[in-house]
């Protein structure tokens, strides 16, 4: 694994908990609060970009690795999805869809670049080590 000592100091998964928190919070008012369906599935999305980093980095593999990045790469599909229908539907205003979306895409960009460096690193992973 990269020089990793907890899933913590990866840079995505800190992402991704700003992220999960701002999605909480704008999600906690007005008519977004109401809508217990978008609001429950988009935080689950954003949770589940933060797990899959999570559990990813602790099965010690670098190809389990890099399959549970696919998956929290894709939450954060999810979660831009969600903010669409969010901002149609009017519960966020331009501005926060516009930071939100940002944030998204920044979250998912440090996913993929950890993806394409673990796939041309060569390194195994700690659970092949002697």
């Given at each position: 694994m990269p020089s990793f000592k907890t899933f913590k100091e990866i840079k995505a998964w800190q992402q991704a908990r700003m992220l999960t928190n701002n999605i909480y919070t704008v999600s906690n008012n007005g008519a977004f609060a109401k809508d217990y369906g978008?609001?429950?599935?988009i935080r689950r999305a954003c949770i589940s970009i933060m797990a899959n980093i999570a559990e990813g980095y602790e099965r010690s593999g670098?190809?389990?690795?890099?399959?549970?990045?696919?998956?929290?790469?894709?939450?954060?599909?999810?979660?831009?999805?969600?903010l669409c229908v969010a901002f149609d539907l009017g519960y966020i205003d331009n501005a926060m869809f516009e930071q939100l979306s940002s944030d998204t895409t920044k979250t998912a960009h440090l996913i993929g670049a950890l993806i394409q460096y673990l796939r041309k690193s060569g390194i195994k992973g700690g659970k092949y080590k002697k």
């Amino acid at each position: 694994m990269p020089s990793f000592k907890t899933f913590k100091e990866i840079k995505a998964w800190q992402q991704a908990r700003m992220l999960t928190n701002n999605i909480y919070t704008v999600s906690n008012n007005g008519a977004f609060a109401k809508d217990y369906g978008l609001r429950d599935q988009i935080r689950r999305a954003c949770i589940s970009i933060m797990a899959n980093i999570a559990e990813g980095y602790e099965r010690s593999g670098t190809g389990e690795f890099v399959q549970f990045l696919s998956v929290a790469k894709g939450s954060a599909g999810e979660v831009e999805s969600h903010l669409c229908v969010a901002f149609d539907l009017g519960y966020i205003d331009n501005a926060m869809f516009e930071q939100l979306s940002s944030d998204t895409t920044k979250t998912a960009h440090l996913i993929g670049a950890l993806i394409q460096y673990l796939r041309k690193s060569g390194i195994k992973g700690g659970k092949y080590k002697k």
